[in-house]
């Protein structure tokens, strides 16, 4: 009885407390400005205003530009490709194709069962510089993207590709292949084009990496993944910039110091999750380590473009959320 009577004495407490506070001079003061901020998040305004200060942080460079541009120096290309769905090997193969003949590719994959499909659908597309790399299916294309990193046939590249088959099977029915034509489609426009942002890439090394303007993803993107961030930037002697900018979907183009940086974290394959991967697991953070080494770094970032204006991301398709994932594959 006696705990009971001091509860309920508290409970009286505290609503006295509550009530004297609601009716303080300055939370009707406030009370606008409370207003506004729940007007600005039932409506979805925040996380666009957080991606548009994002993408203030990068260079614009339009595709249409540079079209037609002849790059009289050779850059060299890679691509490193993971293709967890077999049945998505032959439209990887066709955005590779217009990457040009001498680009060097790796190919990664997890199921030795699905690479006669994987092989066929490159060579119909006429793609024979390919190295096939057998990985654990760990970290959704995270840990297979560390693998291909280590290949010395990347020491010489001035830009690499990564891209993988993502289906993102944890959203709506249809929305994460809208997500992987988008992603693709952004970054390889055509040969010449690429070319370009190639020899972008080998004249200036400050380059980190270069993604559709679309997906270029901010603080609002955060979810459970400062930790993991800040742990691998400690690894290399950085501090965690408070702003967060890095490329959603996990698709972009990078320079030689991004790859040189990720090979020095020396991950192994304890570090990345078995089960799929949820907000908040190492992939995850990784992700976002890209963006966040850049800015602590203060390495360039572009964003890509056709025209000056794009749509917005959540058109590409309708409110994809890019900070939870529940597939292995991503």
Not at 160 to 189: C, F, M, Q, Y
Not at 278 to 302: C, K, N, P, V
Request: aromatic content about 8%.
């Amino acid at each position: 009885m006696t705990n009971l009577k001091y509860l309920r004495e508290e409970n009286l407490r505290l609503h006295l407390m509550i009530a004297s506070f609601e009716s303080s001079r300055s939370w009707r003061m406030t009370a606008p400005l409370r207003n506004t901020v729940a007007f600005l998040r039932t409506h979805h305004v925040l996380p666009e205003i957080s991606q548009k200060i994002s993408r203030g942080l990068l260079r614009t460079y339009h595709w249409h530009e540079n079209v037609n541009f002849h790059e009289t120096r050779q850059s060299r290309i890679a691509v490193l490709a993971h293709i967890y769905y077999p049945d998505l090997a032959d439209e990887i193969a066709a955005a590779i194709a217009k990457c040009g003949p001498r680009t060097t590719v790796i190919v990664t994959y997890v199921d030795t069962k699905a690479l006669p499909e994987i092989e066929a659908a490159f060579l119909n597309r006429q793609i024979t510089n390919i190295e096939y790399l057998l990985v654990e299916n760990l970290g959704r294309d995270m840990w297979p993207f560390i693998q291909a990193l280590k290949s010395q046939s990347l020491n010489d590249v001035d830009a690499i590709l990564k891209i993988h088959a993502k289906r993102s099977l944890h959203l709506e029915r249809g929305k994460g292949d809208a997500w992987r034509t988008s992603l693709i489609n952004g970054l390889v426009p055509n040969e010449s084009a690429i070319a370009h942002l190639a020899a972008e890439f080998a004249q200036n090394p400050r380059l980190a990496w270069a993604c559709p303007s679309e997906w270029v993803a901010g603080n609002e993107s955060w979810g459970r993944n400062k930790q993991t961030v800040k742990q691998l930037l400690n690894d290399l002697d950085l501090k965690r910039p408070r702003t967060l900018v890095f490329p959603a979907g996990s698709m972009f183009w990078m320079g030689r110091e991004l790859r040189k940086s990720l090979l020095n974290l020396e991950l192994s394959r304890v570090d990345f999750s078995e089960v799929p991967a949820l907000d908040g697991s190492f992939e995850h953070g990784l992700e976002r380590f890209i963006g966040s080494w850049s800015l602590a770094t203060q390495m360039i970032m572009y964003r890509t473009e056709y025209l000056p204006t794009t749509r917005r991301r959540t058109e590409y398709p309708e409110n994809i959320r890019i900070d939870q994932s529940n597939s292995q594959e991503s």
